[in-house]
């Protein structure tokens, strides 16, 4: 479980990390500048100040295993939005559903690993799925 946890992390660090990655292609295809490029990185984690005690709220209620699908889903659903946006709010838009699911896909896989793992093995399950982030960046 740890290691499909581990994987299904990855995709928030590619995520996060995907509008630098595409700067090159992205900036002039939308006829972005350089500020509306950093809004579109900065807006995956702008969410995470109004979701994150909801979605914590949610996930308890409703299970992790649904918040994690619901939280991937949405990143999937932003990254298409995003892929096929013609301009720079809808880009906008995309970014900011694929940061919601971010945030629930963070939420429920902390709280996953915690109700797993106990002791000594639970501070080393989080460190593996926190190094998760890293590491997809650095695929991006």
Do not use: C, Y
């Amino acid at each position: 479980m740890l290691a499909t946890v581990f994987f299904a992390r990855l995709s928030t660090g590619v995520q996060f990390q995907s509008i630098a990655a595409v700067a090159p292609v992205m900036v002039p295809d939308l006829h972005l500048s350089f500020a509306q490029l950093g809004w579109l990185i900065g807006l995956f984690s702008l969410p995470g100040i109004v979701v994150a005690f909801p979605g914590g709220a949610a996930g308890q209620r409703l299970g992790e295993r649904w918040a994690a699908m619901v939280g991937l889903t949405l990143m999937a659903i932003g990254a298409v939005v995003i892929a096929l946006a013609p301009t720079f709010l809808m880009a906008m838009v995309g970014r900011i559903v694929s940061g919601i699911g971010g945030i629930i896909v963070n939420l429920a896989f902390a709280k996953m690993i915690a109700g797993w793992f106990a002791g000594k093995e639970m501070a080393t399950a989080m460190g593996v799925m926190l190094t998760a982030w890293p590491v997809g960046m650095g695929r991006a």
